[in-house]
């Protein structure tokens, strides 16, 4: 997707496009030789502003000179990049795109060192869109960015570049662009997309987009719906398959699909029915998707999403209590679909990933423990990654805690899911944040490795590339304590890229900490991956794998409720069974 321009000797226009990462504890920013996912909110707003350069939006005589710049795998170089910008000429303007709550602190340290160069700076993304769409008053950090001549950004940027642009050069920028009420059509839009070069300081080489936006559930504690909307919007399929194509030609054939929830994506068949016609002419697509837990009830969804390339598929599955789940206004979550719904998934050759959250009310230390055990006991899920029930602006969680003056965590760059930022009913702060810690080596124990690559040899999957999942996911909370959809391979820590207020190491205390923690990391890491090569050596020598079995891969039959802990090992999963019975039978009745 080259940008042309037609004219000689234009007058430059400088479009620099950040996605910012966030903060360690330590004050240094978290950053990889190779990072675990490219950023779809900076390939979205990419491929806008190539249909921009393109359409020569800013006159014939102006080229748009964009950069596209992942922190997570690629340094920041204020200086250099603003020398680069003054030595050319050239109006500028710099994106921060995509900024979550925990990275706006790191946004705005990048910010402000860009408007004391004197080049104008613009914010976006779901703290921004989150903040404005659900509170009264824009708080303490959005209206310091707003003093400091920063322009914010809310909603969708499709149809809005150009305006934005145009701004920028005119040196007329408004302070707030706000489109929340505005949500855009993507039909037809500009499609996400980031060049090779860029691609490939990913891991797996794996580009992204959004088939579609919005969801019409009303998790409480979801950002999406108030930010995106409840609405399905989505691309044609046309889109997705000119999408494709144009990857195929980059050598780019995986693909996360970033929509919350695919399976609520109106146009999910069609978009299914392009791909795998796509695959039948020789295109091998690998596909990632999120979709909720009834997604096994929508007719031939598991099974054409088999067909399309899906191999992997996130589950928001959040608790196995259902008192915690009609708290968090996830009613869609029934407790007694999620044994059939991941059996089905399993029949489809698919990969399940669930998302677990720690934290709700009436959690503590035991009960979560005790509810791990029974996950692992009875549910046939691969991988699971655990967070910390988090209030993130944008949602109607922290919405609430704002309006009834319930004290919150003032520090951004915390409200990661891996940090506690609001008290719990039942929990100290530190026992929360131990539990925490402590449920990743609880479901990713010795035992349980065995357990899933048993059952992943049994379904015929590779044991060995499991196994590396497996890994993958534990690791890095262990070694680097950060959470694995943060984590990278390698990682790169520089001296001087450290957070506002906290002192600039000298390098004689720097460099030999940072080689020792280097060698401590690793050397413990490589201790892990011989252990789970020793578990996988004795799952290989099993003669006869498919004949293994648990009550996790069983299926469900009538009256099993008593023999399930996962259906009776609390009363709230009692009362859920007796209801779901009394509503079967009230069905029968109205059926005969």
């Known amino acids: 997707m080259p940008n042309k321009q037609s004219t000689t000797d234009p007058h430059p226009f400088h479009l620099v496009l950040i996605k910012p990462s966030h903060y360690d504890d330590d004050g240094y ?71 979550q709550t925990n990275q ?56 809005r570049l150009e305006t934005l642009l145009q701004d920028a050069a005119s040196g007329s920028l408004k302070p707030v662009y706000d489109y929340l009420g505005d949500l855009p059509d993507m039909r037809g839009t500009p499609p996400p997309y980031l060049p090779p070069d860029r691609i490939r300081l990913t891991m797996g080489k794996r580009a992204s987009f959004d088939a579609g936006r919005g969801c019409p559930y009303l998790c409480s504690f979801c950002t999406i719906i108030n930010v995106q909307g409840r609405k399905s ?19 780019i054939s995986n693909f996360f699909i970033t929509d919350d929830n695919f399976a609520r994506n109106q146009n999910w068949e069609a978009i299914f029915d392009r791909i795998i016609a796509l695959k039948a002419a020789g295109l091998p697509v690998r596909l990632v998707i999120q979709a909720d837990t009834q997604s096994h009830r929508i007719p031939g969804f598991i099974e054409k999403a088999g067909r399309a390339g899906v191999d992997r598929v996130f589950i928001g599955m959040e608790n196995i209590n259902p008192d915690a789940l009609k708290g ?26 669930a998302g677990y959250i720690i934290g709700f009310p009436g959690d503590t230390p035991e009960t979560i423990r005790r509810d791990i055990g ?24 922290h919405q609430r805690l704002v309006e009834e003056g319930v004290p919150l965590d003032p520090d951004m760059n915390n409200y990661d899911t891996q940090h506690v930022t609001t008290a719990h009913p039942l929990m100290t702060k530190a026992e929360w944040e131990a539990i925490y810690r402590e449920v990743w080596d609880l ?25 590396a999942k ?74 006869n794998p498919s004949a293994y079995r648990d009550v996790a891969m069983t299926p469900d039959a009538e009256g099993q409720e008593e023999s399930l802990d996962l259906l009776s090992a609390t009363p709230s999963a009692q009362a859920f069974v007796e209801k779901r019975k009394r509503m079967a039978a009230r069905r029968r009745v109205v059926g005969d």
């Open 104 to 159: 706006y602190p790191r946004a705005m340290d990048l910010a402000k060192r860009f408007r004391a160069a004197g080049i104008s700076v613009v914010i976006g993304g779901f703290h921004v869109s989150g903040c404005l769409s659900m509170l009264k008053q824009r708080p303490p950090e959005l209206e310091e960015a707003l003093g400091l001549g920063i322009s914010l950004f809310a909603g969708e940027l499709e149809g």
């Open 328 to 353: 968090a206004q996830k009613g869609q979550n029934k407790i007694t679909d999620y044994r059939s719904m991941l059996q089905a998934w399993h029949r489809a050759g698919v990969l399940t990933y």
């Open 29 to 99: 920013v978290i950053q990889w030789w190779r990072s675990s996912l490219p950023s779809n909110s900076l390939a979205a707003v990419y491929g806008n502003a190539l249909d921009c350069a393109q359409r020569s939006v800013l006159g014939r005589d102006v080229e748009i000179r964009i950069q596209v710049l992942d922190e997570t795998n690629t340094r920041i170089d204020v200086e250099r990049i603003a020398h680069g910008i003054h030595a050319a000429g050239g109006d500028a303007l710099v994106g921060m795109v995509g900024v």
């Open 374 to 397: 029974i996950i692992q006991r009875e549910l046939p899920i691969d991988i699971m990654e655990f967070f910390i029930l988090t209030p993130l602006p944008g949602s109607k969680d």
């Open 470 to 543: 497996l890994f993958a996911f534990h690791a890095p909370i262990v070694y680097e304590r950060m959470h694995p959809l943060e984590g990278g391979l390698i990682r790169i820590k520089r001296r001087r890229d450290r957070r506002s207020g906290f002192p600039v190491e000298s390098a004689w205390r720097f460099y030999p900490k940072l080689a020792w923690e280097f060698l401590a990391k690793y050397a413990g890491a490589y201790r892990m991956h011989r252990r789970y090569r020793s578990i996988l050596a004795k799952v290989l020598a099993d003669p």
């Open 443 to 467: 479901y990713y124990s010795d035992a349980h490795v065995e357990t899933v690559l048993r059952r992943a040899r049994a379904w015929g999957y590779d044991p060995k590339q499991m196994l």
């Open 233 to 251: 919007r989505h691309r044609s399929a046309d889109d997705v398959e000119r999408l494709i194509r144009a990857s195929a030609e980059d050598g």
